[in-house]
């Protein structure tokens, strides 16, 4: 992203910050430090880099940088600072691209996301399902198992925007997830009349089917095959807009680094996504 642009939407970001550490019992100088950590995930940053780029760059200035931070600045916030912070910054700039929008394609699924160490006690164990490359590569292995955590998100699949997520250890199920998320996109968004949510077969079943059957929502979902046969995709023409969330998922590991996790205990992993999502989210949404 070009500096001047970034220039125009990091004030926004700071506002928000500022009025929410507050929340936390921290001062409005800490909210910088929040900021800090998001710019370093749009511009894929080190440590030692974000505490030179905020220092020299006019962004920082009006942050108020006035000298060089030391490195391990950062390093401190992460302990200090509650996840809840940056998960309610989210929700903010989320509220604020959404609003007078209505969600017609609705969107839902979960994506991996490795342990930087086995003495995590936090992660575990869970299945993965292969890109078609890797799967081309494993001779068409259907899954395999990965030791980590998960990003469970729902999103609207016409702008491309993730508008609910939740981080979990790699071993909890996509479905398990479907009621926190869709009561969360229930109770902030207004559904558009005919609206349709579109999701992978780890969403077939039947509790799913009759909860959205009772909020007038379309059930486009692909019928599991429960280990007997392939899944079956659904025949309607809108279910290839099923491919926006792995999108997202995609430039969040691509392009903000989410699954390049140097970070050990779900504080500091869920600090660590929930900057690569507000990076998203000022690139893509505001």
């Not at 575990?124 to 078609?132: A, I, L, M, Q, V």
């Amino acid at each position: 992203m070009k500096i001047r642009k970034l220039e125009n939407k990091i004030p926004e970001v700071w506002a928000a910050a500022r009025v929410i550490v507050q929340k936390y019992g921290h001062t409005k100088k800490f909210a910088k430090h929040i900021v800090a950590l998001v710019i370093k995930r749009l511009k894929n940053l080190t440590d030692v880099d974000l505490s030179e780029y905020v220092s020299r760059n006019g962004i920082g200035k009006m942050m108020g940088y006035r000298k060089m931070p030391h490195p391990s600045t950062f390093s401190k916030v992460r302990e200090r600072a509650n996840p809840a912070i940056f998960e309610d910054l989210n929700n903010c700039i989320i509220l604020d691209c959404m609003k007078g929008k209505q969600l017609r394609l609705i969107a839902q699924d979960s994506t991996d996301i490795p342990a930087y160490s086995h003495t995590d006690k936090y992660a575990r164990w869970g299945h993965r399902t292969p890109s078609k490359r890797e799967q081309e590569d494993a001779k068409g292995r259907a899954n395999e198992m990965f030791f980590g955590y998960k990003l469970h998100a729902i999103a609207d699949a016409e702008r491309e925007l993730p508008i609910g997520f939740f981080i979990a250890p790699g071993n909890r199920h996509d479905s398990v997830f479907f009621y926190k998320l869709f009561d969360m996109m229930k109770n902030r968004f207004c559904i558009a009349s005919g609206a349709k949510f579109l999701a992978d077969s780890g969403y077939d079943a039947t509790r799913i089917y009759k909860e959205l059957h009772y909020s007038s929502i379309k059930a486009v979902i692909a019928t599991n095959g429960r280990g007997h046969r392939k899944s079956e995709t659904p025949k309607d023409p809108e279910y290839g807009r099923r491919w926006a969330i792995e999108r997202i998922f995609s430039r969040l590991k691509e392009v903000f680094g989410v699954a390049k996790n140097r970070f050990i205990g779900m504080k500091k992993i869920s600090i660590h996504i929930y900057c690569c999502l507000l990076a998203y989210l000022i690139k893509y949404g505001m």
